[in-house]
């Protein structure tokens, strides 16, 4: 039996999620949005220094600070997110 346990675990841990880094959010009028064309800006009050939060399946996982690779980002995990729920 623990061979079969092996096999689903490898086979769970192969099931892929959606990730994605976030720099900040903030609740914005529909009638804004609407009206955004190439060029247009939108500020936020997160200050440039402060971590952006990794997301793993719609859920914060870890903190962590942009890298250049190449031409390229990254980022470098700082802080991992603990909790079971």
Not at 38 to 61: N, Q, R, Y
Request: hydrophobic content about 40%; aromatic content about 4%.
């Amino acid at each position: 039996m623990p061979q079969a346990e092996n096999a689903y675990s490898k086979s769970v841990l192969s099931i892929e999620t959606p990730v994605s880094v976030t720099l900040a959010r903030k609740m914005v009028p529909l009638s804004r949005i609407v009206e955004l064309v190439p060029g247009s800006m939108l500020t936020f009050d997160a200050h440039c220094d402060e971590p952006l939060l990794l997301e793993a399946g719609g859920k914060v996982i870890a903190t962590g600070e942009t890298v250049k690779i190449g031409d390229k980002f990254g980022l470098r995990v700082r802080d991992i997110i603990g909790g079971n729920g």
